[in-house]
């Protein structure tokens, strides 16, 4: 039986999956007959990288194809169905750059391109896969022929890091035409999912599909082999539990738990809830990973947003806890867990971190706004039935033997003051330098 990654396998360009401009420029060059020598086709994997290259070789050999066409392969004829399914072609080769990345691999791959093609209409077409593992005399083998190329050959170069290439042979780029693959989103994967369900014949529950889009980190291929992997786990529909537990995927209680020790600022529960983690054999990076996602969502919806791709347990989950948790402190939250990551995923023990890390969430202080503090410091400036302070003027009016007494207090006050050492030697100081009155200077009579 073949795997449904295979057999799903897109073969127009229409059929790509959140690639419509890589799509619409490829169908665009072959019906305008703009194809160009070569192509860096970069992006993640599981994406259509590849799965895009066959589908321009189709359309560049396609028997039935007409130049009036809008550049799509038929998909039925014999060259067509060859090369979408991998096999043998005198005009498709297909090369892993991982197992021929050295020069002798280059200078036999110039050496083949030098050949016409098998028919007049047709094109050779060099698809090199994981391009970043070629070395660069191997680049260099291939700059000539890539600078110019013999007619109706096509390269197309498919990698996941092409920021190697740039490192390594910065000048080749400059000879390709590059696209950029995106990831694709959880509700496309959803959608797609549900086709290949409903061709198949399968029950499949909409959560156990959220799961699933959510565990294939944006690649179409890996998605339909978690659901290949899902199915070969046994009869009957297929349901979110029965997801979690072939993927080994964190249940939705957990995360429920782990709010309730933050909200109720609850440290003592942090042990029982990791020591249950690692009783069901979870992986606690993967922990750590849902623990952010559910953060995320709570942000999300306490700012206004609606979460999306969640089951409906942590639905639930989060429209509990997020009136609970202001946005701020989810901030905060965040900000100590990407603080932690490159720590947790270097520790070799990682229960200590995961631990610190809730126990810090569980015992962090929340934030006050500071209107709140003035209204607050407004409100209990005067408490409830005492009366209020009188102003000074009504105090003297009121009681002048009080203001007597205090003027009288403060005048006795340095009497009792005992003088120090220091201002002793002050007086005596200023007394000598100070001039003695003569007695005539009382007189009025002056010196002779």
């Given at each position: 039986?073949?795997?449904?990654?295979r057999?799903?396998?897109p073969?127009?360009?229409?059929d790509l999956?959140?690639?419509d401009?890589?799509?619409?420029?490829?169908r665009g060059?072959?019906?305008?007959?703009r194809?160009?020598?070569?192509?860096l086709?970069?992006?993640p994997?599981?994406?259509?990288?590849?799965t895009?290259?066959?589908?321009?070789?189709m359309?560049?050999?396609?028997?039935?194809?007409?130049?009036?066409?809008?550049?799509?392969?038929?998909?039925?004829?014999d060259?067509?169905r060859?090369?979408?399914t991998?096999?043998a072609s005198?005009d498709v080769?297909?090369?892993?750059?991982?197992?021929?990345?050295?020069?002798d691999?280059?200078?036999?791959?110039r050496?083949?391109?030098?050949?016409?093609?098998?028919t007049?209409?047709g094109s050779k077409?060099?698809?090199?896969?994981?391009?970043?593992?070629?070395?660069?005399?191997?680049?260099?083998?291939?700059?000539?022929i890539?600078?110019?190329?013999p007619?109706r050959?096509?390269f197309?170069?498919a990698?996941?890091?092409?920021?190697?290439?740039?490192?390594?042979?910065?000048p080749?780029?400059?000879?390709l035409?590059?696209f950029?693959?995106r990831?694709?989103?959880?509700?496309?994967?959803v959608?797609?999912?549900?086709q290949v369900?409903?061709a198949?014949?399968?029950?499949v529950e909409d959560d156990?599909?959220?799961?699933?889009?959510?565990?294939?980190?944006?690649?179409?291929?890996d998605?339909?082999?978690?659901?290949?992997?899902?199915?070969?786990?046994?009869?009957?529909p297929?349901?979110?539990?029965?997801?979690?537990?072939v993927?080994?995927?964190i249940?939705?209680?957990?995360y429920?738990?782990?709010?309730r020790?933050?909200?109720?600022?609850?440290?003592?529960a942090i042990f029982?809830?990791?020591?249950r983690?690692?009783?069901?054999?979870a992986d606690l990076g993967?922990?750590?990973?849902?623990?952010?996602?559910?953060?995320?969502?709570?942000?999300l919806?306490?700012v206004?947003?609606?979460p999306?791709?969640?089951?409906?347990?942590?639905?639930?989950?989060?429209r509990?806890?997020?009136?609970q948790?202001?946005?701020?402190?989810?901030?905060?939250?965040?900000?100590?867990?990407?603080?932690s990551?490159?720590?947790?995923s270097r520790s070799?023990?990682q229960?200590?971190?995961v631990e610190v890390?809730l126990?810090?969430?569980?015992?962090?202080?929340?934030t006050?706004?500071?209107s709140?503090?003035i209204?607050?410091l407004?409100?209990g400036?005067?408490?409830t039935g005492?009366?209020?302070?009188?102003?000074?003027?009504s105090?003297s009016?009121?009681?002048?033997?009080?203001?007597s007494?205090n003027?009288?207090?403060?005048?006795?006050a340095?009497?009792?003051?005992?003088?120090?050492?220091?201002h002793a030697?002050?007086?005596?100081?200023?007394?000598?330098?100070?001039?003695?009155?003569?007695?005539?200077?009382?007189?009025?009579?002056?010196?002779r």
């Open positions: 039986m073949i795997a449904l990654a057999k799903y396998r073969k127009q360009f229409s999956i959140a690639q401009h890589v799509a619409a420029a490829l060059a072959v019906a305008q007959c194809v160009a020598h070569g192509y086709f970069a992006g994997r599981g994406v259509g990288k590849t895009a290259a066959r589908i321009l070789a359309a560049l050999n396609c028997e039935r194809r007409k130049p009036g066409d809008a550049g799509e392969p038929c998909g039925e004829c060259a067509c060859r090369i979408w991998g096999a005198l080769v297909e090369l892993d750059a991982a197992s021929n990345r050295g020069v691999d280059a200078r036999d791959l050496e083949r391109a030098m050949y016409a093609a098998s007049e209409s077409v060099y698809i090199v896969d994981e391009a970043h593992m070629l070395t660069r005399e191997a680049w260099n083998a291939l700059l000539k890539l600078e110019e190329p007619p050959v096509v197309v170069f990698t996941t890091e092409p920021q190697k290439i740039a490192n390594t042979a910065a080749i780029l400059s000879r035409q590059r950029d693959f990831r694709i989103g959880p509700h496309a994967i959608a797609r999912l549900k369900a409903a198949e014949q399968l029950k156990a599909l959220h799961l699933i889009a959510r565990s294939a980190n944006g690649g179409m291929r998605a339909l082999s978690l659901l290949d992997q899902v199915l070969s786990f046994g009869e009957g297929v349901t979110a539990a029965r997801v979690r537990e993927l080994g995927l249940p939705d209680e957990l429920g738990e782990m709010l020790a933050i909200v109720e600022r609850d440290p003592a029982p809830l990791v020591d983690l690692l009783e069901a054999g993967e922990f750590v990973n849902g623990a952010g996602e559910t953060l995320r969502a709570l942000l919806a306490g206004g947003g609606q999306e791709g969640l089951t409906e347990g942590l639905m639930g989950v989060v509990e806890y997020a009136p948790l202001p946005p701020a402190d989810i901030v905060r939250l965040l900000t100590i867990l990407s603080d990551e490159e720590r947790l070799a023990n229960r200590l971190l890390l126990l810090r969430w569980a015992m962090l202080d929340r006050v706004e500071l709140e503090v209204d607050a407004a409100k400036a005067v408490p005492r009366p209020p302070v009188p102003p000074v003027s105090v009016s009121v009681n002048p033997s009080a203001r007494s003027q009288h207090s403060k005048t006795s340095p009497s009792g003051r005992k003088s120090s050492p220091r030697r002050r007086r005596r100081c200023s007394a000598a330098s100070s001039p003695k009155r003569r007695p005539w200077a009382s007189t009025g009579e002056s010196s």
